[in-house]
T-cell receptor
Framework: DAKTTQPPSMDCAEGRAANLPCNHS???????VYWYRQIHSQGPQYIIH???NNETNEMASLIITEDRKSSTLILPHATLRDTAVYYC?????????????FGKGTKLSVKP | SAVISQKPSRDICQRGTSLTIQCQVD?????MFWYRQQPGQSLTLIAT?????????ESGFVIDKFPISRPNLTFSTLTVSNMSPEDSSIYLC?????????????FGSGTRLTVV
């Protein structure tokens, strides 16, 4: 699975959009981009995933560049409860292809 | 999404003893995963547990230290054997979701283990 690079930490003001970048320059054509987050003292939580098109759900939007070498997770209106470590993961396929490989992630702090 | 019940949520254990962690899922799943998260670190996969077969361990983890059971499609246990303070971590189980249910993985809330 391709390796990802994320900034170790970011701050965001409450109510503003949080834009979390991820570089995955060695991503293969059949690898998806997944985002998870881990709120303190909880297990990781799935947020969103995509292959090459931009995706949006009730939690966030995922913007993937045309060359697929980087992506951005957007939390449109960050709240204090969005303070967490955010993990960008790339992996092949979606089912029965093994586990998730976690990097160090980005620690997002949402401030009042 | 699948609901995972993981027990115990936390424990403090004496070195040299063993602790068995249980992971119960509310639906049948093929693959279950066990992770370790050391203090301040990211998650590291310990092993993959498939029902009806031996667990597959990642490099650095061995069956004698972390025996795993997978008696059916909704349950698994991880035992941390002969514990030392270095085993103090959060241990999490995870299952893979079906298509249309997030297409991702669901994690238990973890077991926070402290070895003294």
């Amino acid at each position: 699975d391709a390796k990802t690079t994320q900034p170790p930490s970011m701050d965001c003001a409450e109510g503003r959009a949080a834009n979390l970048p991820c570089n995955h320059s060695t991503i293969s054509g059949n690898e998806y981009v997944y985002w998870y987050r881990q709120i303190h003292s909880q297990g990781p939580q799935y947020i969103i995933h995509g292959l090459k098109n931009n995706e949006t759900n009730e939690m966030a939007s995922l913007i993937i560049t045309e060359d697929r070498k980087s992506s951005t997770l957007i939390l449109p209106h960050a709240t204090l409860r969005d303070t967490a470590v955010y993990y960008c993961i790339v992996r092949v396929a979606k089912r029965s292809q093994g586990n998730l490989i976690f990097g160090k992630g980005t620690k997002l702090s949402v401030k009042p | 999404s699948a609901v995972i019940s993981q027990k115990p949520s936390r424990d403090i254990c004496q070195r040299g003893t063993s602790l068995t962690i249980q992971c119960q899922v509310d639906s049948q799943v093929t693959m279950m995963f066990w992770y370790r998260q050391q203090p301040g670190q990211s998650l590291t996969l310990i092993a993959t547990a498939n029902q009806g077969s031996e667990a597959t361990y990642e490099s650095g983890f061995v069956i004698d230290k972390f025996p795993i059971s997978r008696p059916n499609l909704t349950f698994s246990t991880l035992t941390v054997s002969n514990m030392s303070p270095e085993d103090s971590s959060i241990y999490l189980c995870s299952v893979e979701e079906g298509i249309g249910q997030g297409d991702g993985y669901t994690f238990g809330s973890g077991t926070r283990l402290t070895v003294v």
